[in-house]
């Protein structure tokens, strides 16, 4: 635990220093920034089809995510010290990181005008339709500048001794991948149980990236360093009902933006953020990536999560502002009571806790 809260540290001093070299908000009015990291980010979608009807349900959840960067520039970085098991929705499946750490920037850098960002995952254990994904690391890296009047961006992805192993294949990477490369691309053999007939297929793509030019002239780019879809579908051959399943999970996204014309930072939604502690009622918190807390836009129905620190500490940033939030808390050995709150402003929500088999459980909201 001591050499992941140095590594942490290490990352944490880099950042700051990157940051020592960015110039005021006032130097770079002339140009608008923007970029965003993440360290896993999963979207599950269902389909059902029924006599010609479609029902879709759809569910999105981001861990260490760092915000989205402001026109004007600046630095937001965020990051998980110690991982834990994430949910994928997919049965049968598990899915385990250690270190999370994700960073934005934007701003001048030796007087040129540069967005960049990275996000990195350590210690990646996945296993899914019977298909281990590990890698000691995964980095994702994309920059964005104006070193002329035309914007350019670029990206790369950085893989750490990566094994895949699929039945009696395996696959090593420890490199550089070029951009856009498939790893792996597997069709399951079809099961049959009872009336249902399911087929399922997984694809692996190293060094996603994905361009493009606004016509105002902005550039993007996003870069995901490892992309991992499966599609299941399923089809009763009583009832003629199929239901498609896809769940993509990205490890390490890194996007970045930037418009080189000078033209003043264009106006953004409000947003507010959400922090708080959580507590049980044993007389101490729980953190090191043992309880974790899941915040839920009602609008939306976008969810996002967040671990919670040594000291028992939660934090989201850049939620939109009028919306309803329920946040809720997991942690083996303790129950929590979900908790819902009406976003006006930056805001503090505590969460507390019982331990299993004791009684109550209650939560309290304070304004910064």
């Keep these: ?13 880099a950042a700051i220093m990157f940051l020592s070299l960015l110039t005021t908000t006032q130097q770079v009015q002339a140009q608008t920034f923007s970029g965003q990291a993440v360290g896993v980010q999963l979207r599950t979608t269902s389909r059902t089809s029924v006599a010609g009807s479609v029902v879709d349900v759809l ?5 260490a995510d760092s915000g989205q960067l402001p026109p004007q520039g600046g ?4 990051g998980i010290v110690a991982g834990g098991t994430i949910n994928t929705g997919v049965v049968n499946s598990t899915f385990q990181t250690g270190i999370l750490t994700s960073t934005t920037m934007g701003g001048l850098v ?3 005008p540069m967005s960049s960002s990275q996000a990195r995952v350590a210690g990646l254990n996945l296993i899914i339709n019977g298909i281990q994904i590990a890698a000691e690391e995964v980095v994702a890296n994309s920059n964005c500048t104006c070193s002329t009047a035309t914007p350019t961006c670029s990206g790369e992805t950085i893989l750490t001794n990566l094994r895949i192993i699929s039945g009696s294949n395996s696959v090593v990477v420890d490199a550089r991948p070029a951009p856009n490369t498939t790893l792996l691309d597997v069709t399951g053999e079809a099961t049959l149980v009872g009336t249902v007939t399911t087929t399922t297929r997984t694809t692996v793509i190293a060094n996603e990236q994905i361009r493009r030019t606004d016509p105002d002239g902005t550039a993007r780019i996003t870069v995901n360093a ?4 499966t599609t299941s579908s399923a089809t009763d051959s009583l009832t003629g009902i199929t239901t498609t399943t896809t769940t ?5 996204q890194a996007n970045s933006d930037i418009n080189c014309t000078a033209q003043p930072a264009p106006p953004t939604a409000a947003t507010a953020m959400i922090a708080g502690r959580v507590t049980v009622n044993t007389g101490f918190t729980r953190g090191t990536g043992t309880l974790f807390v899941t915040i839920l836009n009602t609008r939306t129905l976008e969810t996002q999560v967040s671990s919670v620190n040594r000291l028992g500490y939660y934090q989201f940033n850049d939620l939109p502002t ?3 939030y329920v946040l809720s808390v997991r942690g083996k050995g303790y129950t929590f009571t979900p908790q819902t709150i009406s976003l006006a402003e930056d805001s503090a929500l505590d969460m507390f806790g019982t331990a299993d088999g004791r009684s109550g459980s209650k939560g309290s909201k304070r304004d910064f």
């Design 110 to 112: 030796g007087g040129v």
């Design 322 to 324: 009028g919306d309803t």
């Design 1 to 13: 635990m001591m050499k992941e809260n140095r590594i942490f540290i290490l990352l944490s001093i």
């Design 248 to 252: 993509d999970i990205i490890i390490a």
């Design 75 to 78: 630095t937001r970085s965020t």
């Design 59 to 63: 569910a999105t959840a981001r861990i």
């Design 226 to 229: 490892l992309r991992i879809t």
